[in-house]
Nanobody, 120 residues
């Protein structure tokens, strides 16, 4: 009943920027925390940033000052603005949303993932 659609990944040169989006649809009552994770080849999935329903944000140390997470609650969408990208940022990025629906209660949902490649 809930679908997440990610967009915005791609290939970018070091120092460049990308903006990821993740839009949720379905019988949604409320979206609580919205998060972005990433997984590089051979590594575990790690939390990049999250934002609560009240707007509080949290960032992984290596992205502080370069990435900005934001949300448009009426549109059920979360964004990740990524600036000053480095090759180490190369990974598949996943959104994760804590969503309450009428039928299924409160659950976490994952996006399909979008590839971000930083290379010259």
């Amino acid at each position: 009943q809930v679908q997440l659609v990610e967009s915005g990944g791609g290939l970018v040169q070091p120092g460049g920027s990308l903006r990821l989006s993740c839009a949720a649809s379905g019988s949604i009552i409320r979206i609580n925390t919205m998060s972005w994770y990433r997984q590089a080849p051979g590594k575990q999935r790690e939390l990049v940033a999250d934002i609560t329903s009240g707007g509080w944000t949290n960032y992984e140390d290596s992205v502080k000052g370069r990435f900005t997470i934001s949300r448009d609650s009426p549109k059920n969408t979360v964004y990740l603005q990524m600036n000053s990208l480095k090759p180490d940022d190369t990974a598949v990025y996943y959104c994760n949303l804590d969503i309450t629906t009428r039928r299924q209660g409160r659950n976490e949902y994952w996006g399909q993932g979008t590839q971000v490649t930083v290379s010259s």
